[in-house]
C-alpha cells in the first residue's frame, strides 16, 4: 500500500507557504550543475519549470513529442488566466480567488495547495508581462480584465482569443534562450514510454524516438512529467489529437498513484457533434457568456422553427432562470448539466437535438446603442446600431466567431450559435503532495497531469495559472528541498539493469501491437473507446452504466489486441504506432476512470451520479464518506488496482452546499 | 475568411498525394480515391478516413503532420493543390473543408517545399530551423521572479494591439513555403516586431535583430524580394510591413553596433 503524506506544512493557510518557502533545503549553486533535471512536457507547465531550473542553475533535460516545444497544447487555450490583482478594484484578494477556486471544485480540493496557487497568481502577470506577452490593455495603457464562471470579479487577463498561445509562447521564449544558452538539452519528437524507477526513486525515463523508432534512456536525480490532460480518453474532446496518456500511465504502472482519474470537466460551449467522421471538438471559449445568452425554445415543437421565428416569451433562457446571481456564467459542470437536461426534456435544437442557441442578439444591440451614444450619433438607424453592435462584438470575440464560421459555415452575428457540451480537461491525474512530488520520490508532476488544484471540477482561467504557478513558482523550490538530500552527481548509468528493463518493457508493447496484424484500424477502437466513456462515464453516472462500461471496456481490450492493425515496421516514423501506442493505454485508463466513478458513491462537481442528486438535478455530495482524494495503486496486470485515501482536512473553510442560485 | 456555398451533398474526389518513405529515399505522387464525402468534413478528417481504409489492408497511412486541427498550434502544413495552406486566405491547413472542392475533383496534396525545411516523411517536414531562430534572440531576458508589477508600466492600447497582431504568428512555415526564396522574413520580423514594440523587449532590441537574422542567413533562408507571397500565404495574415519594420531596426542596430563605445569589460571579481 502506497504511503501518501500530503506534506502539507502546519500554520496559518495565509503564512504556509511563505514560511515552508524560506524553510527549505537548498542546493549549494556551485552544486547545481550536479544535478540534472528530466523534465517531460513543455506546455505552460513543463517550458516554465524547465527556463526557470536552468536558469537557476540545474542541469535540464525537456523532452517533448512534438517537433517543437511551441505546439504543446496549452497554445490552443482561448479565454484567459486568473490572477488576484485586484487591479478592477472590485474587491478582489488572494481569499477571494482562493475561496472561488475551492467552492468552484466542489470542495474536493487541498485548501493549502489551492491557497498558494492563488498567491502567486500575482507573480504570474508580472512575469509574463516582462516577457513581453501582449495582454489586452485598457485606454489609459493598463492591463484589461474580463469575468469568467463562477466568479464574481473581473479577474481574468487575455490576449484577444489567445491567451494560451501567447503564455505558451512566453515560456517558450524563456525556454528558448537557455536551450540557445547551452543550459538546456532540448529533446523534440521522443515519446517518453516508460518511467524507470531505481531503488524507489524515480532516476530516469525511456523515451521513443518517433522519427527513427529507436528507444533512448534518459537518466537524472530527478524526473518531472508535465505531460498535460488525459481528455482524448473520450476519442471526441477539445483536446489536440496528439495529447495522451501514455507518460502518466506507465508511471502510474512503475508505482506513481493515479487520483480522482473519474474528475473530468465537460465544457458547456462546444460546437455540437456533426458527424461520424468527426476527429475533434471545437470550444467556443467561456468569455463568450460575459455577452452571449444561453437559451432553449420553451415548447419542444419549436425546436426545429429557426430561432428567429421564435419570439421572446416562447424562449427560456434556462441558465438565468434557474442560476439568477451568476446567470450564464455559472461554472462548467453546473452549467453543462443544465444544458443537458433540456437536450433531455426534448428541448435541444439542431439537427441532432443536441444543441442549446449561446445567443448574441442582445449584446450586439446594447453596445451598437453604446457606440452610437458615444459617437453623438442622433436617432441612429436600426441599421447603423446593428452595424456597430457587430463591429463592437467582433473586436471582443471576432476570432472565436470565425472559427465557428469556418466549422458551421453559419454566421453567429445574424444567428444565435448552436453549442453542446464537450469533454475539456481533465481534474484527474498523479497524486502529488504539496512539493509536487508523487509517491514515488523522485518524480514530480505539474500542471494538468497532477490532480492538485481544481477537485472536481476546474474554474475557467484557472489551468493556465495553475501550471504556470507549478513551473514558474512552486516547483523551482520545492525540487530542491528534494535534490538536497542527494549527493551530486548521483544518478545512475543508464547502463543499469533498471533501464535496460524498461526499455525492454516499452520495446515489448511496439512489438506485440505490430504483430497483432489484424483487420482494424487503431482509430476503430478509439471511437469505440470514446462512446463507451462518453455514454457511461460521461456528463452523468449510475452504478449499473458503470458496471456495464467496466466489462465492456474489458473487452475491447482483448479485441483491440487482437484484432488491431498497425501496418509498417517499428524501425521509421509511423504515426499508426504511435496511435495504436497511446489508445492501448488510454483503454486501460478508462476503465480505470470507470472504476473511480463507480467506487465514488456521491456526485461532486463534474462528477455526476444520477443516484446522488437533489430534487432538482443539483449535484448531492457526501461529505461524511467522500471527503477525501481516491489515489488509485497499480497491482499488476489483471489484477483489480487498490484505492488509497488521502483525507481531505478542511482547517480553515467549511465545506458547504456549492450554490449558485 | 472562408466564404462558401452552404452544401450538403455528399461528394468524392481524388487525392494526388506525395509519399516519400524517408528524407534519403526519393519522392513520388500517388492517387487514393476519396468517395462520399460530408462537405463539413475538414481535408484532414478526409485523410483520417484515406488512412483508415490504408491501415484496415495493411498498408501505411499517409504521414502528415497535425495537432490542435483549428488553426493555432502551427503543426499542419500541406501544400494543397499548389499553396501553402490551401485555397483560403488566413486559415491553416487544418481549417480547410471539404465543401471548398466541387465534386469529382482532383486534389493535390504536398509537403511545404523549402531547402531549410527538408521532408521528414511524406507529408511531414523538419521545421526545427525556426526553433533555432527562436533560441538565438527571440526573447526577454527575465529571470523568474525578478519582474516588477506589471502595471507598473502602461503601455498604449495601440502599441500593445500592434504587438499581438504581430505576436499571432503560429510558426507554421508557410511564408517560408511560399516564397521562391524561402525566405524567414515574414516570422523573424513578427517575433522582431512583438518584442522591438514593447518598452520590455528595448534593452535587447539591437542585439535581437542582428542575432536572429544572422540565425536565419547561417540556416540557408533565403533572401526577400518583396514579392509578398508570405504574407499572402500566412494563416494568420500577419502583415508584410513588420517586413519593413525589422529593416529599419536592423539597419539601425548594424549601424549603432558598429559605432558604438563599447564598455570596458566586467568589472572584475571584487576582493
Ligand atoms: C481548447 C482549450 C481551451 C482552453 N482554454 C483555457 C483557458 O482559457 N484558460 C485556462 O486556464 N485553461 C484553458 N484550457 C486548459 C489549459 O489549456 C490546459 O489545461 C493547460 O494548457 C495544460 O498545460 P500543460 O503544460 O499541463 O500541458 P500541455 O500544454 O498539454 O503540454 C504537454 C506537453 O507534454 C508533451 N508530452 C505529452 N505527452 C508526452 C509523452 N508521452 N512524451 C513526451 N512528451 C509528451 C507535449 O509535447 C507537450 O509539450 C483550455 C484547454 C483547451 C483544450
Ligand atoms: S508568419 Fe505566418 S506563415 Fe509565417 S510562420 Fe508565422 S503564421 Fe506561419
Ligand atoms: S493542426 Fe494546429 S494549426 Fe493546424
Redo the contacts with the bound molecule.
Keep these: 500500500m502506497a504511503t501518501l503524506n500530503s506534506n502539507v506544512p502546519p500554520g496559518p493557510l495565509a503564512d504556509k507557504w511563505r514560511t515552508y518557502k524560506s524553510n527549505l533545503k537548498l542546493v549549494n549553486p556551485a552544486n547545481k550543475r550536479k544535478y540534472e533535471v528530466v523534465i ?7 517550458a516554465s519549470a524547465a527556463a526557470t531550473l536552468s536558469e537557476l542553475g540545474y542541469r535540464v533535460k525537456c ?4 517537433d517543437s ?1 511551441r505546439r ?3 497554445i ?6 486568473n490572477a488576484a490583482k485586484n487591479y478592477q478594484n472590485d474587491g478582489d484578494s488572494v481569499h477571494r480567488l482562493f475561496y472561488d477556486t475551492l467552492k468552484g471544485g466542489d470542495y474536493r480540493a487541498r485548501e493549502s495547495n489551492v491557497h498558494r496557487l492563488a498567491e502567486v497568481s500575482v507573480n504570474i502577470i508580472d512575469q509574463c508581462v516582462a516577457q513581453g506577452v501582449p495582454f489586452a490593455r485598457e485606454y489609459g495603457g493598463l492591463l484589461a480584465n474580463r469575468s469568467f464562471g463562477g466568479a464574481q470579479v473581473s479577474r481574468t487577463f487575455y490576449a484577444r482569443g489567445q ?2 498561445q501567447q503564455l505558451l509562447l512566453g515560456a517558450y521564449s524563456a525556454l528558448s534562450k537557455q536551450v540557445g544558452a547551452g543550459a538546456v538539452e532540448l529533446v523534440t519528437q ?3 514510454v516508460d518511467l524507470v524507477v531505481v531503488d524507489g526513486h524515480a532516476r530516469g525515463v525511456i ?1 521513443r524516438d518517433l522519427v527513427t523508432g529507436k528507444f533512448h534512456r534518459h537518466s537524472g536525480e530527478a524526473v518531472i512529467i ?4 488525459y481528455g482524448n480518453v473520450f476519442n471526441l474532446s ?2 489536440a489529437r496528439g ?2 496518456t ?2 502518466i500511465w506507465r508511471a502510474y504502472k512503475r508505482g506513481a498513484c493515479f487520483a480522482n482519474p473519474c474528475y473530468t470537466q465537460i465544457h458547456p460551449t462546444c460546437i455540437p457533434v456533426s458527424g461520424d467522421y468527426q476527429s475533434k471538438l471545437t ?1 467556443m ?1 467561456e468569455s463568450l457568456r460575459n455577452d452571449g445568452r444561453i437559451w432553449v425554445p420553451k415548447k419542444n415543437e419549436d425546436c426545429k422553427k429557426a430561432p428567429a421565428d421564435i419570439p421572446e416569451e416562447d424562449r427560456d433562457y434556462f441558465l438565468e432562470r434557474i442560476y439568477p446571481s451568476f446567470g450564464n456564467l455559472a461554472p462548467r459542470d453546473v452549467s453543462s448539466r443544465a444544458a443537458k437536461r433540456m437536450c433531455d426534456e426534448g428541448r435541444g435544437v439542431g439537427e441532432t437535438g443536441l444543441g442549446v442557441y449561446l445567443d448574441f442578439a442582445e449584446a450586439i444591440q446594447r453596445y451598437g446603442k453604446q457606440v452610437a451614444a458615444r459617437a453623438n450619433l442622433v436617432n441612429p438607424s436600426k441599421e447603423k446600431i446593428l452595424e456597430l453592435g457587430e463591429a463592437a462584438v467582433k473586436e471582443r470575440y471576432g476570432n472565436l466567431f470565425d472559427i465557428y464560421h469556418e466549422i458551421t459555415n453559419e454566421s453567429a452575428y445574424k444567428q444565435p450559435m448552436r453549442i453542446y457540451p464537450a469533454v ?2 481533465t481534474m484527474g491525474g498523479l497524486w502529488v503532495d504539496y512539493n509536487l512530488m508523487s509517491n514515488v520520490p523522485g518524480l514530480f508532476v ?4 497532477n490532480f492538485s488544484d481544481h477537485g472536481a471540477n476546474r474554474l ?6 495553475q ?1 504556470l504557478a507549478d513551473g514558474y513558482f512552486v516547483v523551482p523550490y520545492t525540487i530542491g528541498n528534494y535534490l538536497a538530500t542527494l549527493k551530486p552527481n548521483s544518478r545512475p548509468s543508464t547502463d543499469a539493469p533498471e533501464f535496460k528493463a524498461a526499455e525492454e518493457n516499452a520495446a515489448s508493447i511496439v512489438k506485440r501491437l505490430l504483430a497483432a496484424k489484424g483487420k482494424e484500424p487503431v482509430n476503430h477502437y478509439h471511437k469505440k473507446l470514446g462512446k463507451l466513456m462518453w455514454d457511461y462515464c460521461g456528463m452523468s453516472r449510475t452504478k449499473e452504466g458503470l458496471e456495464k462500461a467496466i466489462l465492456e471496456i474489458g473487452k475491447l481490450r482483448e479485441e483491440f489486441w487482437a484484432n488491431v492493425n498497425v501496418p509498417g515496421s517499428g524501425d521509421n516514423m509511423n504515426q499508426a504506432l504511435e496511435r495504436a501506442n497511446r489508445v492501448a493505454d488510454f483503454i486501460e485508463l478508462g476503465q480505470l476512470m470507470c472504476r473511480d466513478a463507480l467506487a465514488r458513491e456521491e456526485s461532486c462537481g463534474g462528477h455526476f451520479r444520477e443516484e446522488h442528486q437533489y430534487p432538482d438535478g443539483e449535484c448531492k455530495r457526501d461529505d461524511e464518506k467522500f471527503a477525501h482524494v481516491a489515489a488509485w495503486e497499480f497491482q499488476g496486470e489483471g489484477s483489480v488496482p487498490l484505492r488509497n485515501i488521502e483525507p481531505l482536512n478542511y482547517e480553515f473553510t467549511k465545506m458547504s452546499v456549492r450554490s449558485y442560485k | 475568411m472562408v466564404a462558401e456555398k452552404p452544401s450538403t451533398k455528399n461528394i468524392s474526389v481524388t487525392i494526388r498525394v506525395w509519399r516519400q518513405p524517408s528524407a534519403a529515399q526519393p519522392g513520388r505522387f500517388v492517387d487514393y480515391p476519396a468517395r462520399d464525402l460530408n462537405p463539413n468534413m475538414s481535408l484532414l478528417e478526409m485523410l483520417d478516413v484515406v488512412n483508415d481504409q490504408l491501415e484496415r489492408i495493411g498498408e501505411d497511412p499517409i504521414a502528415f503532420a497535425h495537432d490542435c486541427r483549428e488553426g493555432i498550434c502551427g503543426t499542419c502544413s500541406l501544400v494543397i493543390d499548389g499553396k501553402p495552406h490551401g485555397p483560403h486566405h488566413g486559415v491553416a491547413s487544418c481549417q480547410t473543408y471539404m465543401r471548398s472542392f466541387e465534386d469529382g475533383s482532383v486534389i493535390t496534396i504536398e509537403p511545404f517545399r523549402a531547402r531549410p525545411f527538408p521532408v521528414i516523411k511524406d507529408l511531414i517536414t523538419d521545421r526545427s530551423a525556426f526553433d533555432k531562430i527562436q533560441q538565438a534572440g527571440g526573447f526577454i531576458s527575465i529571470r523568474t521572479g525578478s519582474a516588477c508589477d506589471a502595471n507598473a508600466t502602461p503601455i498604449p492600447k495601440e502599441t500593445a494591439d500592434l504587438a499581438m497582431d504581430a505576436a499571432q504568428c503560429i510558426g507554421c512555415g508557410a511564408c517560408v513555403a511560399a516564397c521562391k526564396n524561402a525566405s524567414a522574413m515574414l516570422f523573424v520580423s513578427a517575433k522582431v516586431s512583438q518584442l522591438g514594440l514593447l518598452p520590455q523587449g528595448q534593452p535587447e532590441r539591437d542585439s535581437r535583430v542582428l542575432n536572429m537574422v544572422a540565425k536565419m542567413d547561417e540556416l540557408g533562408f533565403g533572401n526577400c524580394t518583396n514579392q509578398y507571397e508570405c504574407s499572402a500565404a500566412c494563416p494568420k495574415l500577419i502583415s508584410h510591413d513588420f517586413i519593413a519594420r525589422m529593416n529599419r531596426d536592423y539597419i539601425a542596430a548594424s549601424f549603432r553596433a558598429a559605432f558604438k563605445p563599447k564598455p570596458a569589460a566586467g568589472s572584475g571579481g571584487g576582493a
Design positions: 517531460v512536457g513543455a506546455g505552460l507547465a513543463g523532452i517533448v513529442f512534438h516545444p504543446a497544447h496549452s490552443a487555450a482561448q479565454g484567459g488566466i491567451t494560451g521522443h515519446e517518453m523515451t508535465a505531460t498535460g490532460g477539445t483536446y495529447s495522451n501514455t507518460a470550444l471559449s475539456h480537461y505539474l500542471g494538468e497531469a475557467g482561467a484557472s489551468a493556465l495559472m501550471g
